[in-house]
């Protein structure tokens, strides 16, 4: 490959991978907060 498409295909690489990232701790480790927000519609569904 030449060196700019290799360099544009490393980037959207890096990007893919903090965007995994992003979502992993969105969903592993910000779980609670998310949950426990008052406005949260998931929880006040399961009530009824």
Known sequence: MTRPILR???VFAVLF???LIN???IQFVRVG????R???????LEEY
Do not use: E, K, S
């Open 8 to 10: 544009t295909a490393l």
């Open 17 to 19: 991978i903090a965007l």
């Open 23 to 25: 979502v992993t701790i």
């Open 33 to 36: 907060d998310y949950r426990d």
């Open 38 to 44: 008052p406005g949260n519609q998931r929880v006040l």
